[in-house]
């Protein structure tokens, strides 16, 4: 036994040695890499040309935004006859988003910022007999499911009769007209429409318990099949070609998701299909066509993907030979399933779309991303881990800039939005454009970050400006330690939860940063709370436990608002906010900057009264990074 003890202990050192050793190569290699060129910021950050693109279910389109007036619209072109349509001109607002409703059908909408806004429109895939979908005011839609591919009809979860709560309709893409087809009974939040188009799964909540409800085809009603706290997860993912049996992702009684089949009438877990026993399962691919799955995805630090379907496991691969082993994400496919979009990055290119045969296996480009960008100028994100102050290991990744060494380097940390969201290995503009200027860019997976487990998860909760700001701060002295940070140029950036911590560290951490960005950072949790739509009041409970109860648990919120906060500020600020934005309040913003102000801080404040949460204007993302890039150039930059 002492022996097998020795052992470990060794082995242990040896891998801790092994990681130093890996960060010391990283570190060289960057140091010796030469200074490139500076690359403007319309360059990362212009609207791409094409993206979103997709295909239409008989596999005889392409379909994509593009910019026409300086706005996003929606084209089709033929794969037949190369003909191509525009199918919107809005010069006002981009299209948000659409999809393919049937295969001549197309339905997308507008993007006025707002965090409801469903100006629905269903038009012929050429352009022709456009309409607009009669929808009261504030009313949010969400795409269900096919009828059938060649039919005209579509099932769409609208919440038009009672804002919180979603009724199924059925909805007519060539009159508008929209039929009731489920009247919700009050507790459903989410209903989910077998290959046939009948709905025969509902999701269920009283604000604690979530229940899975399911009925056998042609019954009309539902018996629950499985109650949890809404802490676990069990997703339905599809229906099993076994009779009473669909797929999902659960982390029921285990700590990480994994993917299992379900049998409805029993409740029980018949099969664990495929489960990692390190990261959570993030992404599963359902083939409709046979009734089964096509692979599953998680990231250990990259991607990686566990095949089900032999046939797309021998097309990734050909895909992978034929692009020099760039990761690939599937976009969209065809009812067949023959016809794939696929995308393919790295850390250093935002890389391309294609469009893959299966049947031939003829792969054809159709648009980069962002052809300006030249990868062999762009910096490697360097996946990195530290202990915080509680022993407990967090992960992030490094990006260290060409050029500049690797010691006493000004840095940008950068934590992500959510809270309950990711860093991943890919291509970053906002990465890669501070690392272009020279900076060292800090993603930090803090508490709370998804893919690690339900327990990591659960140490963010209601521990917004605690567990997960420590998290951060203990990220930023590890960089100190190890002589990669210089202490006096630190700058944090971040949006929407990002910007919340960003502000958050400059109230309890003053002296740590220099200077620091908030791009929609939440100033206010009570306003935050108050500011969600009807239609989340059956998460109410929910919410009171992820982030904190207005009236139980005032004291935190008003520690974990920077609002409350000003005059502990004392770092130089800049602060940008949408004028539609339904999360942040403009003219609490306002107040909060006006009283920076009187306190002597810096602000600088950028106001775009059109935008909502997030930059959507490609003019104003413009200004909003040049600006960024002035004021820390300002501060990063003056010891050097």
């Avoid at 998701?257 to 664990?272: D, F, P, R, S």
């Avoid at 790295?346 to 045969?357: L, V």
């Avoid at 915080?388 to 490094?398: M, P, S």
């Avoid at 997030?614 to 890039?629: A, H, P, R, W």
Wanted: proline share 4%.
């Amino acid at each position: 036994m002492k022996a097998i003890a020795d052992y470990l202990v060794m082995m242990r050192s040896f891998l801790k040695i092994l990681s130093g050793l890996f960060l010391f190569i990283f570190l060289v290699s960057c140091s010796n890499e030469e200074k490139p060129a500076k690359v403007s910021v319309e360059t990362f950050f212009k609207n791409p040309q094409q993206s979103n693109f997709q295909i239409s279910p008989d596999g005889k389109f392409i379909s994509y935004l593009k910019p026409y007036q300086g706005k996003l619209n929606l084209f089709v072109q033929s794969l037949t006859s190369k003909a191509s349509f525009r199918i919107s001109s809005f010069t006002d607002q981009s299209v948000r988003n659409y999809f393919w409703a049937s295969n001549t059908h197309l339905l997308y909408y507008k993007d006025n910022g707002a965090r409801e806004n469903f100006q629905l429109f269903s038009s012929i895939y050429d352009g022709s007999k456009t309409i607009k979908i009669s929808l009261k005011p504030d009313t949010k839609v969400t795409f269900l499911d096919y009828l059938k591919y060649d039919s005209n009809d579509i099932l769409l979860a609208i919440n038009e009769r009672n804002p919180e709560n979603f009724d199924v309709y059925s909805l007519d893409l060539k009159t508008g007209k929209k039929i009731l087809v489920e009247k919700n009974p009050g507790s459903i939040i989410d209903w989910i429409a077998d290959n046939d188009g009948e709905i025969r799964m509902a999701i269920g909540s009283d604000g604690v318990t979530e229940t899975l409800y399911y009925r056998e085809k042609g019954s009309k009603a539902f018996k629950p099949v499985k109650s949890s706290n809404f802490i676990n997860t069990l997703k339905p993912i599809g229906f099993s070609s076994k009779m009473h049996h669909i797929f999902a992702l659960s982390d029921i009684n285990r700590d990480k998701k994994a993917v299992v089949e379900l049998n409805c009438l029993t409740g029980e877990e018949t099969k664990v299909l495929y489960e990692n026993k390190e990261r959570d399962v993030l992404e599963v691919s359902y083939s409709r066509k046979s009734q089964s799955l096509n692979f599953a995805v998680f990231e250990n630090p990259k991607r990686e993907i566990y095949f089900f379907d032999k046939q797309l496991k021998e097309a990734f691969a050909d895909i992978k030979k034929k692009l020099s082993n760039d990761e690939i994400r599937l976009i969209h496919k065809d009812q067949k399933e023959q016809h794939l979009i696929i995308r393919t990055f790295t850390d250093r290119d935002p890389g391309s779309y294609y469009f893959y045969n299966l049947e031939d296996r003829n792969l054809m480009k159709l648009a980069d991303v962002n052809p300006d960008i030249k990868p062999s100028e762009m910096c490697e994100m360097k996946h990195v881990k530290f202990k915080n102050r509680d022993g407990l290991e967090i992960e992030g990744f490094l990006t260290l800039p060409k050029g500049r060494g690797s010691k006493n380097l000004p840095v940008v940390i950068y934590p992500h939005s959510g809270p309950n969201l990711r860093n991943s290995w890919a291509y970053s503009p906002e990465v890669q454009f501070f690392a272009n200027r020279g900076y060292a860019v800090f993603q930090i997976n803090f508490r709370g970050s998804t893919g690690f487990g339900k327990s990591f998860l659960k140490q963010g909760f209601k521990n917004w400006s605690k567990n997960i700001q420590h998290d951060i701060t203990d990220g930023v002295n590890w960089l100190i330690k190890e002589e990669l940070a210089d202490a006096n140029r630190i700058a944090i950036f971040g949006y929407s939860f990002g910007g919340f911590s960003a502000l958050n560290q400059v109230v309890y951490n003053p002296n740590l940063y220099v200077c620091a960005a908030s791009y929609s950072g939440y100033i206010n949790l009570f306003t935050y709370l108050k500011g969600f739509p009807a239609y989340y009041k059956p998460y109410q409970q929910m919410l009171d436990v992820l982030i904190g109860n207005p009236e139980k648990d005032v004291e935190y919120l008003r520690y974990s608002s920077p609002v409350f906060q000003t005059n502990k500020i004392k770092t130089p600020l800049i602060i940008w906010q949408g004028g539609k934005d339904p999360k942040v309040n403009l003219s609490e913003t306002n107040q909060f900057v006006k009283e920076l102000r009187k306190n002597q801080v810096e602000v600088n404040y950028i106001v775009d009264k059109t935008e909502g949460h997030y930059l959507s204007d490609e003019k104003n993302k413009i200004n909003f990074y040049t600006q960024v890039d002035l004021f820390f150039d300002k501060y990063l930059n003056r010891s050097k």
